[in-house]
C-alpha cells in the first residue's frame, strides 16, 4: 500500500502548456506539501496546507496553484509551463503535532517534469 | 549565506569506517533538525531527528547537535555500500511545519 502516492511519475511537455500533477495520502495526516527538487538536487518548500487551508505559500510564481480538495488530496496547477520549471516534484505530507516543527514528513515518489 | 549549507561531496569512505556528515545552519530560533536519506531516482527518506543538543543514536546512526555552534552532523558507523546515497540536512524553525533543506553531502561507500 502506497503512503504517498503521485501521478503521473513523469510528465514530459512544451512550453506554454498547462499541467496538472495530483497527489493522495492514506496516511490519515491533516497537512500535505510541494517541493521541488532542481537538478542540483536542492529540494525546496513550496506550498503547504493544513487541513484544507493553506499555511505555506513560499516565494512561487502565481503561475502555480495549489488546490486541496480534501486533506487527502493536494494537487498542483502550472499554467505557461516554462523550460526552468524542469524539475522533479516531491509530494509530501505529516500529522501536525502539540510539538510544532518535530512531525516527520512522508515523500511521495516523485513527478519528474521536463520542458522541452 | 544559506540558511542551511552542506558539503556537496562526494564523501568517500571504505566499507566498514565511520562516515562522518555535517550541516550548518543560520536561524538561532531553529528547532528541530532531520536528517534525510535519498537514493538516486528516489524520494527523501527520514533516518533521523534530534531537538536537544547532544547525541541520539539509532542503530549505526548517530546525531549530534551543537545549538550554539548551530552545527549538526551524522555519523554512520560501519559503513556499507547500501549507505551510498544524498544525505540531505533539514532544519525547522518550529512554525508552520517548514523545513529548510541543505542541497545534501552524495556519500559513497567503496568495497
Known amino acids: 500500500d502506497t503512503a504517498v502516492s503521485q501521478t503521473p511519475k513523469y510528465l514530459v511537455t512544451q512550453m506554454g502548456n498547462d499541467k496538472s500533477i495530483k497527489c493522495e495520502q492514506n496516511l490519515g495526516h491533516d497537512t500535505m506539501y510541494w517541493y521541488k527538487q532542481d537538478s542540483k538536487k536542492f529540494l525546496k518548500i513550496m506550498f503547504s496546507y493544513n487541513n484544507k487551508e493553506l499555511i505555506i505559500n513560499e516565494t512561487v510564481p502565481n503561475r502555480f496553484s495549489p488546490k486541496s480538495p480534501d486533506k487527502a488530496h493536494l494537487n498542483l496547477h502550472i499554467n505557461s509551463l516554462e523550460l526552468g520549471d524542469s524539475a522533479v516534484y516531491f509530494c509530501?505530507?505529516?500529522?501536525?503535532?502539540?510539538?510544532?516543527?518535530?512531525?516527520?514528513?512522508?515523500f511521495g515518489p516523485g513527478t519528474r517534469l521536463l520542458v522541452l | 549565506q544559506k540558511e542551511v549549507e552542506q558539503n556537496s561531496g562526494p564523501l568517500s569512505v571504505p566499507e566498514g569506517a565511520i562516515a562522518s556528515l555535517n550541516c550548518t545552519y543560520s536561524d538561532r530560533v531553529s528547532q528541530s533538525f532531520f536528517w534525510y536519506r535519498q537514493y538516486s531516482g528516489k524520494s527523501p527518506e527520514l533516518i533521523m531527528s534530534i531537538y536537544s543538543n547532544g547525541d541520539k543514536e539509532d542503530g549505526r546512526f548517530t546525531a549530534q547537535l551543537n545549538k550554539a555552534s548551530q552545527y549538526v552532523s551524522l555519523l554512520i558507523r560501519d559503513s556499507q555500500p547500501s549507505d551510498s546515497a544524498t544525505y540531505l540536512c533539514a532544519v525547522n524553525t518550529g512554525t508552520a511545519s517548514k523545513l529548510t533543506f541543505g542541497t545534501g553531502t552524495r556519500l559513497q561507500v567503496t568495497l
Open positions: 509530501a505530507s505529516s500529522q501536525a503535532s502539540m510539538l510544532r516543527g518535530r512531525e516527520t514528513q512522508y
